[in-house]
């Protein structure tokens, strides 16, 4: 399973990239394979404020609708189109073109709070 | 409802290959083994093998046996000479639908009846409360492994698994010489064959089946392949409260028999018109999957009910859904709108298949 050591993760398995107040969110391997084919992306409207474990985007398969949370709080400023055109990439690269969402973060530190890659990769093994 | 979850005698095969095993109508069974997408396609382009060892056989034997059912079962089963099937249903007494099967006449005195699995005791209890003393009746459902062949590569996987023995003709019903069962039907819309032995024989018939060529698939391509057909499943498609003339198969109806159980409800629905009718639903553009239980709307927001069924086609890249819509709304053609979460998706009454094959 890859879980990148860069990364920061939530227990519902989203991963967060932080870049100055930037945050890139998108689902981790072990939860696209989880959720098998997804087939459809629902992102969330550009300017909504989210706070941590906010249902944010849906990412569905064929057999299920899974809701995506915010792991930090923050202001949506970027979607990723490329997972609205071709949900696939969420399954064949969740870590890079398969990102659902950026957030402006509240609070750079909320990421801390999350796990990092030893602990997430504990949490699901 | 027994609590105890049930095993396919399939199902150190389906563990074999990794599959993702869960509970479905009591059995413990395989909903994907690699991908549901690639699963689908395998039957579409080639051929699969799905267990449906959880499904339900009884046996129905003894003089005037086609009688007897004939007043159970909605189509006429004196239409089926030896080693022909058929599909019918079981009503209650308002003209519900209780369970969709099969019918097949292994014998001039003798039927085998392939039910659906979370119907079987239910199924068994209603034959059996209508049995007149010439008949027997018996549920065989644990003694069958059971698997269905499907795909455009069927008859040549059938060829190479079983050697000298022959595929009945479609809708038809044959012996091996081993003593399996095997019906020339399916639940995909493609050719294939439903092939039965004794539990014990299963894995063994399973393995020379992938052997050779038929990719294994779970229940989600089946049911993803059988929407594609507008075929219903029970349960979610077919009720107790929902008549066959409601379910456009009054296909499978035999209204002219002299009688059967629900024919009075079905002969007032059908010169009056259903008030109601199970509608095939195809989104206009992308969307959301439609899914069971989401609203359905009117062009101008009215509700008119909810989706039976509902999945994105693998096949079209478009959702597609069933829905009991009011007649006036049924018309192949009717705008409509899917709710999916409070956003709104446009689509089209169309009609059945939503696939066609080629």
């Known amino acids: 399973m890859n879980v ?27 939860a696209q ?16 404020t989210v706070d941590a474990a906010d ?24 979607l990723n189109p490329a997972v ?18 950026k957030l402006r973060v509240k609070n750079p530190a909320d990421a801390l709070n999350l796990l990092d890659a030893a602990a997430y990769a504990a949490s699901i093994s | 409802m027994t609590p105890e979850l049930q095993h396919s005698p399939l199902e150190a095969a389906h563990q074999a290959l990794a599959a993702r095993l869960v509970p479905f109508a009591g059995w413990n069974m395989p909903v994907q083994y690699t991908s549901i997408l690639n699963e689908h396609h395998a039957v579409r382009n080639a051929a699969g093998i799905f267990d449906i060892s959880h499904m339900g056989q009884f046996l129905v034997s003894g003089p005037g046996c086609a ?13 089926l000479a030896p080693g022909q099937g058929q599909y019918t249903l079981m009503l209650n007494e308002q003209g519900g639908v209780i369970d969709d099967l099969i019918a097949y006449r292994s014998g001039e005195a003798e039927f085998f009846l392939v039910v659906n699995a979370s119907m079987i005791e239910e199924d068994f209890f209603w034959l059996a409360g209508h049995q007149d003393p010439d008949i027997i009746l018996r549920n065989e459902s644990a003694l069958w492994a059971g698997m269905a062949i499907q795909g455009p590569r069927a008859s040549a996987i059938f060829a190479s698994a079983c050697p000298g023995e022959t595929l009945p003709p479609r809708n038809g019903y044959a012996t091996t010489t081993a003593g399996a069962i095997v019906c020339r039907t399916g639940y995909t819309g493609e ?6 032995c004794p539990a014990a024989e299963g894995i063994a018939a399973w393995d020379s089946f992938v052997a050779a060529g038929a990719a294994p698939c779970g229940l989600g391509a089946r049911d993803t392949l059988r929407l594609e057909m507008g075929y219903p499943l029970n349960g979610n498609d077919l009720s107790p409260e929902r008549s066959p003339i409601e379910a456009g198969l009054g296909f499978f109806v035999d209204l002219t028999k ?62 597609i859904a069933m829905a009991y ?18 956003r709104l998706f446009p689509a089209i009454v169309v009609k059945k298949p939503f696939y066609k094959a080629g």
């Open chain 1, 33 to 48: 394979e989880e959720l098998t084919d997804v087939v459809f992306v629902e992102l969330p409207a550009l300017g909504r």
């Open chain 2, 258 to 319: 002299p009688d059967f159980i629900g024919r009075d409800t079905l002969l007032r629905q059908k010169s009056e018109g259903p008030t109601v009718k199970l509608s095939a639903i195809q989104y206009t553009d992308k969307g959301a999957p439609p899914r069971a239980h989401y609203p359905v709307l009117a062009e101008d927001g009215s509700p008119l009910g909810e989706l039976t069924s509902g999945v994105l086609s693998p096949s079209l890249m478009t959702g």
């Open chain 2, 325 to 342: 819509l009011p007649t006036a709304f049924s018309k192949p053609g009717t705008p409509l709108q899917i709710d999916v979460r409070g």
């Open chain 1, 55 to 78: 249902p944010t985007a849906v990412v569905e398969s064929v057999k299920a609708a899974s809701d995506i949370y915010a792991p930090v709080a923050g202001e949506v400023v970027e």
């Open chain 2, 191 to 196: 050719d294939g064959f439903e092939f039965f």
């Open chain 2, 67 to 79: 009688t007897w059912l004939n007043r159970l079962l909605t189509n006429n089963i004196d239409k």
């Open chain 1, 4 to 30: 990148p050591a860069d990364l920061r993760y939530s227990s519902s398995h989203e991963w967060l990239r932080l870049d100055g107040d930037i945050a890139t969110v998108g689902i981790t391997d072990h």
């Open chain 1, 84 to 101: 609205e055109a071709d949900p696939s990439w969420v399954n064949t690269d969740p870590y890079g073109n398969g990102w659902l969402f």
